[in-house]
């Protein structure tokens, strides 16, 4: 199968990794073309391929993208992310006609909780406040009393009555991090999780800081080694004040403050590209180097180029879901700092 470039006799192949450097221009430049033709803003998750990133008018966590898709005036938004980032695109932003590159680039913490499962722990809880991780299904959010993003989860719960019981999801280890620093009792976390995150393991993180030893550290609270980070901290085999539980949005932020010369990042290792963009001076090194999300692979630049040119994939959430959705979202953002997502 090839994608044809409109304008010029040039073909690419779908093995794009094999593309020439005349062939990645011709690729980069129609793409802007049709962009400009079809009044498209491309945005690109931050854990997307380099050359993706690299093509987007935007690059950033979910919910960032999704307020700047909200924000633009192009009638057409191209999310280069998993499917629930389009949706979350979509909810804010109905009036816009909303493409994924691949419909199928799912996402393994999405998919552990579905809305009938959520609505069966509300009712084993009655009164409890549902808040939930942005990373969810338009469905789920529809359920939610409160959406959070990895950067204000502990804002949000912290905004919730003491005493009212608060079922959290669907992350655990996003969860545990939100008990740890609230030191609430009542909060009941969804046992959920990122497959990519959870395998960056406490064996990982300890081999590698045993192995830069003057390096700071950070750390997403979706990872499985985010306890142990803090274990290690605590015991002093490793700097609390070099230890950093960020989001995807907070890394950046840290990075471009950081004055160490070396950064050891727990996360997925797309992120790295825009971290040495952002700081080509310091030398950042996955916990776990083979941290990739397939899903987030799936959007590859001839499916982008295809997106653009036949209309593939089209994004669409029902009316009601997206007005309750929406209004998990909003409450989130009334409570103050909308955060930096993922």
Request: aromatic residues 4%; hydrophobic residues 40%.
């Amino acid at each position: 199968m090839t994608a044809t470039i409109n304008r010029t006799d040039i073909e690419l192949s779908d093995d794009w990794r094999s593309w020439t450097p005349d062939e990645q221009d011709h690729w980069a430049r129609e793409v802007r073309r049709l962009a400009a033709e079809k009044d498209a803003v491309i945005l690109a998750h931050n854990y997307q391929l380099p050359m993706i990133q690299d093509i987007a008018d935007h690059v950033g966590d979910s919910l960032a993208l999704s307020r700047l898709a909200a924000a633009s005036d192009r009638g057409t938004i191209v999310f280069c992310g998993v499917h629930f980032m389009a949706e979350t695109a979509k909810i804010l932003s109905p009036g816009k006609r909303v493409l994924i590159p691949d419909a199928a680039a799912g996402c393994s913490l999405a998919d552990t909780i579905n809305a009938d499962q959520l609505r069966a722990w509300k009712a084993e809880h009655p009164g409890a406040v549902v808040v939930s991780y942005v990373n969810t299904t338009a469905e789920v959010k529809a359920e939610t009393d409160i959406c959070c993003t990895s950067s204000n989860a502990v804002e949000v719960v912290r905004s919730i009555d003491p005493d009212t019981e608060v079922l959290f999801g669907p992350d655990q280890f996003l969860g545990a991090h939100v008990r740890r620093q609230t030191g609430r009792s009542n909060i009941h976390v969804w046992l959920g999780e990122c497959h990519v995150h959870a395998d960056i393991s406490p064996s990982d993180l300890m081999a590698t800081v045993r192995a830069h030893p003057d390096a700071e550290l950070f750390v997403h609270p979706e990872c499985g080694c985010t306890t142990s980070a803090l274990w290690m901290a605590g015991r002093g085999e490793f700097p609390r004040e070099r230890t950093h539980i960020l989001s995807t949005g907070g890394m950046l932020d840290a990075a471009r403050t950081t004055t160490g010369t070396a950064v050891l990042v727990a996360t997925e290792i797309g992120m790295l590209h825009q971290l040495h963009k952002a700081r080509p001076d310091v030398t950042f090194t996955p916990v776990n180097p083979k941290a990739a999300c397939p899903f987030m692979q799936m959007i590859t630049p001839p499916k982008l180029l295809r997106s653009l040119r036949e209309g593939t994939d089209e994004v669409v959430v029902d009316a009601d879901t997206a007005e309750r959705a929406r209004r998990a979202v909003e409450r989130m953002i009334a409570i103050g700092r909308p955060g930096g997502g993922e």
